[in-house]
């Protein structure tokens, strides 16, 4: 068995003796990369295995004694080994520091490999060490004023390569490129990537991956021990043209998001308890928006077009502990008008949605939308909507399913509206609901009088205890005799005498409401308007007056504001 192939001392000397000549007191690698091949006594290449190898170095071609050794258990590929020499026996500088030395191998029990290969130009950089204590007054050639102590300032154009330290001030002019697609900076502007931005951009950044991991266009992380406020971004655009109407719009952050991908998110913001505690204390805001000034201010202003389904702004709340908000808005010192929400739906093809609420898959009570006033100090409106001028119906709201009032409904009037018994495909029936000043119970019926003239009639059980003063009518049908009400009610019945056997009598009752809610919410006929109301009317054109004397004509107004486009 022998050893064949060049032996090839690598890269690392060569950086080796870069990161000596750039900084001398940098820790230097004692290693080299020793390649070759092991082949048997036919040059084939020796089995794919493990085999030890004895490396040393001496000062003279044949005999004598090593001056560095170490044995590697190395692994053959195809008969090429790669060993990393000096990882376990350091070199040092001086075992190049004679003239001449050589690299003897022996594989396994075999006889060492002769001749040995003397070692040329690139492991005597080893030497280049020596360099952290020369005095300027051991060199050679010192161009006048090079070492005379004086800062002529700047470097000039310098060729930096490894690493480089630099302290004090120094100056570049001109241009500063590191790499291919690394930063390029200049006077005026930053730029990362050959085809980063032009003049537009103060700072720019293009980088393309291909890569299936998560990669980040621009990250910045700041901590502090302190108390103060931290902030990972502080980005001001303005136009300095105090008073000019005509200054140039300036926008502070500008987030555009391309892909080809299912997801994509031109701004995207997350904020979070530093600590694994859950802390009920504090506000974490994702993004924060305000606007100031002006005659319109958007603390966050959405913007959504060309998609199947677009979004000008959409909020998800999710992992609440309590309750979840995928929005919030508030108005907040309003000079005049206040609004939490402001939505307008505006010239779509098809149908348009101001506000389109939908709540579904929740573990309890659902509401799609929830309104409510409180503490104002004039009318409040839970919910208020308003309609006209519409091609069609005008509905100020209309609801698809039963409806439940949990207080008083008013109203002008009150109507039921059906499709016409007559003609269901083509009219509706309207109808009235009778009104009283008070609030009344009526319920009705037919019986047939028994032999003795005479009938009970069955009212509900809770019909006596919810109710009192019971008005009665008795109607005959058929024929005609003197019927009366025999006794009044009692046990949620009555009775019927006066009759003849076999006559039908209709009956009604009608009752004034005694209920618990009733008791609570005695019906007021008479009021006085509202000190807001005064002077003013319901509906005023009734009158012949202008809307403008409507009490709800401030409210008609409200979302009438100007388009901000």
Not at 33 to 42: E, F, K, W
Not at 361 to 371: Q, W
Not at 453 to 479: H, I, K, M
Not at 544 to 565: K, M, N, W, Y
């Amino acid at each position: 068995m022998r050893l064949s192939g060049r032996r090839c001392i690598m890269a690392a000397i060569t950086l080796l003796i870069l990161l000596v000549g750039v900084g001398g007191e940098a820790a230097v690698p004692s290693l080299m990369n020793y390649q070759g091949r092991l082949t048997d006594n036919s040059g084939a290449p020796v089995p794919d295995g493990d085999y030890s190898v004895a490396f040393g170095i001496y000062t003279t071609p044949t005999g004598g004694s090593p001056i560095w050794s170490e044995v590697h258990n190395v692994s053959a590929a195809n008969g090429l080994i790669s060993v990393m020499l000096g990882s376990i026996t350091p070199l040092t500088a001086d075992i190049f520091s004679t003239p001449e030395t050589y690299i003897s191998l022996q594989i396994g029990a075999n006889p060492e490999q002769l001749p040995r290969q003397r070692f040329v130009t690139s492991a005597y950089s080893f030497n280049s060490i020596n360099s952290d204590s020369v005095e300027w007054s051991g060199i050679k050639g010192i161009p006048a004023g090079f070492a005379d102590g004086v800062d002529d300032g700047g470097i000039g154009d310098a060729v930096l390569s490894a690493d480089q330290t630099f302290t004090g001030t120094n100056r570049f002019d001109g241009l500063i490129e590191v790499g291919d697609n690394g930063p390029r900076i200049s006077n005026d502007q930053i730029k990362i990537g050959p085809t980063a931005g032009g003049s537009a951009s103060t700072i720019s950044l293009v980088k393309t991956h291909d890569s299936p991991t998560y990669k980040n266009g621009l990250y910045s992380l700041i901590s502090n021990s302190g108390v103060g406020k931290v902030v990972a971004f502080s980005i001001e655009a303005a136009a300095e043209a105090s008073g000019n109407v005509n200054a140039a719009p300036t926008t502070a952050i500008y987030g555009n998001s391309i892909s080809d991908n299912d997801e994509r998110i031109g701004l995207y913001g997350s904020s979070r308890i530093f600590t694994g505690n859950a802390l009920e204390t504090g506000t974490s805001l994702g993004v924060l928006g305000r606007g100031y000034q002006g005659f319109y201010a958007s603390g966050v202003d959405g913007y959504a077009s060309s998609a199947i389904f677009c979004y000008g702004l959409r909020g998800t709340a999710s992992s609440s502990d309590n309750q979840g908000y995928g929005a919030l808005c508030r108005a907040d010192s309003s000079g005049s008008t206040g609004y939490g929400v402001y939505a307008d739906a505006f010239d779509n093809g098809g149908a348009g949605f101001g506000v389109y609420a939908y709540a579904h898959l929740n573990n309890n009570s659902s509401y799609g939308v929830y309104g409510r006033a409180s503490s104002n100090t004039g009318t409040g409106y839970g919910v208020y909507g308003y309609a006209i001028n519409n091609s069609g119906t005008n509905w100020a709201g209309y609801f698809n399913g039963n409806v439940n009032v949990t207080g008083t409904v008013t109203s002008p009037a009150k109507l039921i509206t059906i499709d016409h018994p007559l003609d269901p495909a083509n009219k509706v029936l309207f109808e009235s609901v009778v009104e009283s000043p008070e609030m009344l119970r009526h319920l009705s019926g037919n019986v047939i009088l028994d032999d003795a003239g005479e009938s009970v009639v069955r009212l509900p059980e809770w019909f006596e205890v919810a109710n009192r003063d019971f008005r009665y009518q008795l109607t005959c049908v058929g024929g005609y005799a003197p019927v009366y009400v025999g006794s009044e009610v009692s046990d949620n019945s009555f009775s019927i005498a006066g009759g003849t056997p076999g006559l039908k009598v209709s009956w009604e009752i009608t009752a004034i409401r005694d209920d618990a809610y009733a008791k609570a919410n005695p019906m007021m006929v008479d009021r006085e308007k509202q000190a807001e109301q005064v002077g003013k009317y319901l509906h005023p054109a009734v009158f012949g007056l202008p809307e403008e004397s409507g009490v709800d004509f401030e409210a008609t107004q409200i979302g009438l504001a100007p388009d901000a486009d």
